[in-house]
Structures are given as structure tokens and as C-alpha cells.
T-cell receptor, first 120, second 111 residues
Framework: GAVVSQHPSWVICKSGTSVKIECRSL??????MFWYRQFPKQSLMLMAT?????????EQGVEKDKFLINHASLTLSTLTVTSAHPEDSSFYIC????????????????FGPGTRLTVL | LAKTTQPISMDSYEGQEVNITCSHN???????ITWYQQFPSQGPRFIIQ???TKVTNEVASLFIPADRKSSTLSLPRVSLSDTAVYYC????????????FGAGTRLAVHP
């Protein structure tokens, strides 16, 4: 099956610094990628939808200036947590899918392994 | 987007069949039903997807009644390694494909 990787798998940073997380589709081109955040014992929360070559679409309540998303190529999307604070500590997961534009094609997203961010 | 309702948790024993039911009363005509499995500190893993009736693959079966307002994920002969959170999602395929995760069902398989 399709493989999505994330880097780094975990990161610890000081409060006030910025952290960049990469999401790559290894064996397919992903016109659309998604970023999720997951707190302990909770479900995944969709943060934003990233489309190659265009601005990301953020979910309500997600600060676009805080969480910068860049989808510069068909295989790479990055999420930058700017001026990170302890409350940003979470598990960040990306997913990717190809966009065929066909409503009757099975809808499957391929998820990355996640990145654990700890802000001290 | 159709909202889904699943049991918060379930317990089972090794070798038993587990059925997890998901309600999605507001499912739209073009929506597909997808189930994911998630282990701690890992990304979700696709299990199975269907539109109507029954779908079976090497790990699970998905039963969808005619009205499509619910679906049941069936895991045959579970093992300890099936202990995970299972999410039922409903959404459009193709161009509009935002997936919203509900609370999921935490399945614990006991020896």
C-alpha cells in the first residue's frame, strides 16, 4: 500500500521556538494532504487541508498564523508550529491522498506515523 | 458531514468475534463508510471501506444495511494485538474528502 512518512518522529523544544514537521508521500503523488492533532486519550482533530500549490484551508478555531502549512510539491507538505508553547504539545499526524475528482472512487487516506511534539 | 456514533469501549477475549456498530443517521447519498484502526502513538491504519451491503477483506468484514444509517465492523477471532481504537468515518470520495474523526471505540482484547 501507499506509504506516508513524517519527520521527525518526535521533537522536544523550548517554549517560544518554532518547529517544522514534514509529511511525505513516498510512492505516490498527493494533491491533497491533511494535518491532524491528537491529545492523549482523545480522537484526531483535523487542523487543516493542504492542497499542492495553493493556500491551506484551516478548520474553525485553528490559528493559521500559528500553524503554517506549505504544500510546495506533490510529495511534501510541512507544518510549522510557530512560537510553540507547552499547550501545543501533542501528537501531530498527517495524511495524504490522491485527488482524482471522481466522486465514485473509493475514498482512502494514507496516514503518516505521527510526530510527538513536546514543548518545555 | 455525517456525524457518527460508536460505543466508547468494548471488551473481548482472544479468539472471539467482535462486532462494532456505528450509527450514521445523516449519511448522504455519495458518502462512503470507512473504518480505521489506531494503536497508541501511531497514525490510523485503514481497515475497510464500503458503500452498501457487505464488504470483506483479509482482516475484517463490513456490514451495511439497505438504509445505510449504520454499519458494523466485524473482526473474526481477535487476538491481543487487535487491542486498539477503532474509528468509523463517513465522507465523500473524490474531490471533497475531508474526514472527521469521532470518538472511536476503544477495544480491549483479554487473554
Amino acid at each position: 500500500g501507499a506509504v506516508v512518512s513524517q519527520h521527525p518522529s518526535w521533537v522536544i523544544c523550548k517554549s517560544g521556538t518554532s518547529v517544522k514537521i514534514e509529511c511525505r508521500s513516498l510512492d505516490f503523488q498527493a494533491t491533497t494532504m491533511f494535518w491532524y492533532r491528537q491529545f492523549p486519550k482523545q480522537s484526531l482533530m483535523l487542523m487543516a487541508t493542504s492542497n499542492e500549490g495553493s493556500k491551506a484551508t484551516y478548520e474553525q478555531g485553528v490559528e493559521k498564523d500559528k500553524f503554517l502549512i506549505n504544500h510546495a510539491s506533490l510529495t511534501l507538505s510541512t507544518l510549522t508550529v510557530t512560537s510553540a508553547h507547552p499547550e501545543d504539545s501533542s501528537f501531530y499526524i498527517c495524511s495524504a491522498r490522491t485527488g482524482t475528482g471522481n466522486l465514485y472512487v473509493d475514498n482512502e487516506q494514507f496516514f503518516g506515523p505521527g510526530t510527538r511534539l513536546t514543548v518545555l | 458531514l455525517a456525524k457518527t456514533t460508536q460505543p466508547i469501549s468494548m471488551d473481548s477475549y482472544e479468539g472471539q468475534e467482535v462486532n462494532i456498530t456505528c450509527s450514521h443517521n445523516n449519511i448522504a447519498t455519495n458518502d462512503y463508510i470507512t473504518w480505521y484502526q489506531q494503536f497508541p502513538s501511531q497514525g490510523p491504519r485503514f481497515i475497510i471501506q464500503g458503500y452498501k451491503t457487505k464488504v470483506t477483506n483479509e482482516v475484517a468484514s463490513l456490514f451495511i444495511p439497505a438504509d445505510r444509517k449504520s454499519s458494523t465492523l466485524s473482526l473474526p477471532r481477535v487476538s491481543l494485538s487487535d487491542t486498539a481504537v477503532y474509528y468509523c468515518l463517513v465522507g465523500l470520495s473524490g474531490g471533497y474528502n475531508k474526514l472527521i474523526f469521532g470518538a472511536g471505540t476503544r477495544l480491549a482484547v483479554h487473554p
